[in-house]
């Protein structure tokens, strides 16, 4: 873990922070859906969460961000308790996520799409940080004046995540950013995820399709099953097929 490159990507924040949840209930209506979920994530480490469908990945998200009440345990990340502020207060802690379905405004350019996360910034401030994250991601310079509309679901998740770092977060959470794309473009946004890494950001992240091509480039996993977290393991250990299966798919796995 690299707390220092964590501590200057951010200028003018705080110290780089740990993410940690202990004992986390969370769900809809009546219905009890995430169970007792303790996690870790440290500064500039990438942690990933795998579970077949439905399991939970996303509530755990959505509670993680405040978009759904939390019901049980505690959030905290560095010293800010996340059980007792608003979803918009977390951006300002340098917390950023990147919803499953998606976070960009078809009917906006791409160059708009990134101005919208700086619009209590000044014109040329705007103009400087975007012309930054443009030079990060040569693929969206190119299609600066595209509508957001227009691009393929891997421009768009490229845009997503630009979108994201462009305020500079310590913290981001990605909800299966390579579903439903190409391998070779799996490939290029597994590429932006280890440079948003290497600005010394954290990344939460759920992976639900290519396990094999995501999980090498991630420090720890979680497995998530009907709401219930197991505890952390190495990446290298789930990089098996087998194992894989058995977990997406709940397919009875026997190791010889
Ligand atoms: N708005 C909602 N109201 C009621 N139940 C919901 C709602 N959203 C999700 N659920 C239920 O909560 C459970 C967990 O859903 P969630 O979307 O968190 O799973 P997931 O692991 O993200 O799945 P996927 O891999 O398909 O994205 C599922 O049983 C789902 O049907
Ligand atoms: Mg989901």
Redesign the pocket.
Known sequence: MNDEAATSASPGKSPASSLVLSDVDSG??D?P?LHGVSLEVAPAEIVAVI??????????MKTLFGLLALRGGTMTFGDEDLGQISAARRAELGMAYVP?EGSTFPELTVYDNLAVSLLRESTLTQSRHINEMLESFPALQELRRARAGTLSGGERQMLAIASAMISQPRFLAL??PTTGLAPSIVQERIADIVAVRERGTSVLW?I?ESPMLCLPHVDRVYV?NS?VLGPSQPAADMLDEELLQATFFGIDHHRE
């Open positions: 809809y209506g219905l859906i579970g077949p469908n439905g399991a939970g990945k996303s509530t755990l499953q909800d299966e759920v639900e998530l709401g």
